[in-house]
């Protein structure tokens, strides 16, 4: 049985910085590309950013491009996203995925099989 579990979120100013994790289990985790998302109230899931199997290539959303920084440890089943310089319009449930693709210019959730229930970033003003 897969298990896709996130943790690090929380209430952070603006400005400052958090790191989500995520860990995966009952899968190949090295065969897998990892991704992020997030859903904000009211709006659209979008792909933040996401990463290949061997850590190789990485793609990122433009508007986190330059604050986030996606990694992994294949050893530990461990995906991060590192978020600096947060804002308010970062406020979102984040939501940690894996997957059989993986494009170094976009991000399609439908490539996604196994979904984490998400962990919530709040951004204060």
């Known amino acids: 049985q897969v298990q896709v579990v996130e943790s690090g979120g929380g209430l952070v100013q603006a400005g400052g910085s958090l790191r989500l994790s995520c860990t995966a289990s009952?899968?190949?985790?090295?065969?897998?590309?990892m991704g992020w998302f997030r859903q904000a109230p009211g709006k659209e899931r979008e792909g933040v950013s996401c990463i290949k199997w061997d850590g190789s290539g990485t793609y990122y959303a433009d508007s986190v491009k330059g604050r986030f920084t996606i990694s992994r440890d294949n050893a530990k089943n461990t995906l991060y996203l590192q978020m600096n310089s947060l804002k308010p319009e970062d406020t979102a449930m984040y939501y940690c995925?894996?997957?059989?693709?993986?494009?170094?210019?976009?991000?399609?959730?439908?490539?996604?099989?196994?979904w984490g229930q998400g962990t919530q970033v709040t951004v204060s003003s």
């Open positions: 009952g899968l190949t985790f090295d065969h897998y590309a």
């Open positions: 995925a894996a997957g059989r693709s993986y494009n170094a210019n976009y991000v399609d959730e439908q490539w996604y099989n196994y």
